[in-house]
C-alpha cells in the first residue's frame, strides 16, 4: 500500500513537465498512523457534523492555505466553519499546500483526513517557484511566505467548475453561518466581495513614490478606493479567470521590484486591481487586526458592531500566545476551536 502511495506520488512528480503551471493535486490517503510521531502533528478528531434537515445539497466552495507554521490556525479555522454552519456536509475544503514546507504535503493532508475523517475536501500543492521571483521583501518576513500569494492562483488552481469561492485566512474563526457569506450577491459584474473600510487612511499603503508618479496615481481614475482586507473574500471565479486577474496582479508585482511602490506583502496588489471596486459586505464578516501590529503584535479590540468572523492579522496569533501564557483577552475566543492537543493529551495516546 505505503510502496504503490509512493510510487504514485513519484509518478505525478515526474510526469509534470517543467513549465508546468505551479498546481499539483495528489491522492488522499487516509492511513490512520496514530500516534503520529511528532506532537506538532496531534490533533483531536473533531465532532461529527450532520446537515440540518432544510439542507438542499448545494456545494460551498472554500480555499484556505495549509502550512506547519499555520497549521493550527487552519484547522481551527475548519473547526469553526462546520461547527458553525447550517449544512456542514455542504461545504467542500480547497486545502493549499506548499511544495517545499518542511512537514510534507502529504504529513499535512493525512492530518486533515485524521482530525476531519468526513471531510470533503481535496489538496493541492502550490510550487513556489511560481510566485518566488516576484515577491519582494516587506516589512515583516512571514508577509513574504509564497503561500501568502496562492490567493492569486485560484483561476488555476481550483477546476474550471468551481464557479465561486470563498477565500479564508489561516487565522480566522467563523462564529456564524457560513452559508449567509456563500449566498451575497456580487453586483455589477464584481469579482470580489470583502469588507470595505473607507475610513481608513488609503494613502498609507502606498509609497511616496507612487502617489509622487502621475500615471501610477492614476490607475484609480474617478473610482473612490477604500482599503479592504484580502483574508477573507467571496470570488467569482468565472469572472476571475475571464479577466485575467491573475495576470494584472502580476503586473503590480513586477513593478514593485523595479520600484518600490508598497510597503506590505500580497494585499497592495489587490487593492491595485481591486480597490473602490469590490462588493462591500457587512463588516461582522471580518473582525481583523486581532494579531496587533504588524511590528510588536500588541492586543487589540473588536470594532463595534456584530461579529460573524474573527481574524488575528498582524503579528501575534492567538495559539502562539496561548502557549506563551501571554494571551491577549480575545485570544480565548480562538480557543474552544483549537484542536491541537495538550502534551498531557498527546502522552497518553500511546497507552
Ligand atoms: C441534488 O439533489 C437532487 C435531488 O435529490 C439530485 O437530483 C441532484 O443530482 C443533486 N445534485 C448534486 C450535485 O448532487
Ligand atoms: C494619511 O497617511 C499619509 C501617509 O502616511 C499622511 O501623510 C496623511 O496625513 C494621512 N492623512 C490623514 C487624513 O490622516
Known amino acids: 500500500m505505503m510502496v504503490t502511495f509512493v510510487t504514485i506520488f513519484i509518478f505525478i512528480f515526474l510526469s509534470l513537465p517543467l513549465t508546468c503551471f505551479c498546481i499539483r493535486s495528489f491522492p488522499i490517503i487516509g492511513d490512520q498512523t496514530y500516534p503520529p510521531e511528532d506532537h506538532f502533528l496531534a490533533f483531536s478528531e473533531s465532532p461529527e457534523y450532520r446537515n440540518g434537515a432544510q439542507c438542499t445539497n448545494k456545494t460551498i466552495h472554500i480555499a484556505i492555505t495549509l502550512d506547519s507554521e499555520y497549521l493550527r490556525g487552519s484547522i481551527a479555522g ?24 518542511s512537514t510534507t504535503p502529504r504529513e499535512l493532508t493525512r492530518t ?18 511560481t510566485v518566488m521571483n516576484l515577491i519582494s521583501s516587506s516589512v515583516r518576513v512571514a508577509l513574504e511566505n509564497p503561500l501568502n500569494y496562492a490567493r492569486n492562483y485560484l483561476g488555476e488552481i481550483l477546476d474550471p467548475d468551481v464557479e465561486r469561492v470563498i477565500y479564508l485566512d489561516s487565522d480566522v474563526v467563523l462564529v456564524d453561518d457560513v452559508q449567509k ?93 481591486f480597490a473602490g471596486n469590490i462588493e462591500p459586505i457587512d463588516h461582522r464578516w471580518n473582525q481583523h487586526g486581532l494579531g496587533g501590529d504588524n511590528v510588536k503584535g500588541s492586543c487589540r479590540s473588536l470594532h463595534p458592531g456584530p461579529v460573524s468572523l474573527l481574524h488575528w492579522s498582524g503579528k501575534g496569533k492567538p495559539w502562539v500566545r496561548l502557549d506563551e501564557h501571554r494571551p491577549c483577552p480575545l485570544d480565548y475566543l480562538w480557543q474552544p476551536y483549537d484542536l491541537h492537543m495538550s502534551k498531557s493529551q498527546y502522552q497518553s495516546l500511546d497507552s
Open 78 to 101: 475548519i473547526n469553526s466553519v462546520l461547527r458553525h454552519a447550517s449544512c456542514p456536509e455542504n461545504t467542500f475544503f480547497h486545502l493549499i499546500t506548499a511544495e517545499f514546507d
Open 112 to 129: 486533515i483526513r485524521n482530525t476531519f475523517p468526513s471531510l470533503s475536501f481535496k489538496a493541492y500543492v502550490f510550487r513556489e517557484h
Open 181 to 273: 457569506l456563500w449566498s451575497i450577491e456580487l453586483r455589477n459584474n464584481r469579482v470580489i466581495g470583502a469588507p470595505e473600510y473607507c475610513h481608513a487612511n488609503f494613502t498609507k499603503y502606498f509609497t511616496d513614490r507612487f502617489w509622487a508618479d502621475p500615471v501610477l496615481s492614476r490607475v484609480f481614475g474617478s473610482k473612490n478606493p477604500c482599503y479592504f482586507n484580502t483574508g477573507v473574500m467571496v470570488m467569482d471565479m468565472a469572472r476571475w479567470r475571464g479577466g485575467n486577474y491573475r495576470r494584472r496582479i502580476e503586473n503590480w508585482m513586477e513593478l514593485q521590484r523595479k520600484q518600490r511602490i508598497y510597503e506590505l506583502g500580497s494585499l497592495p496588489p489587490f487593492l491595485l486591481v
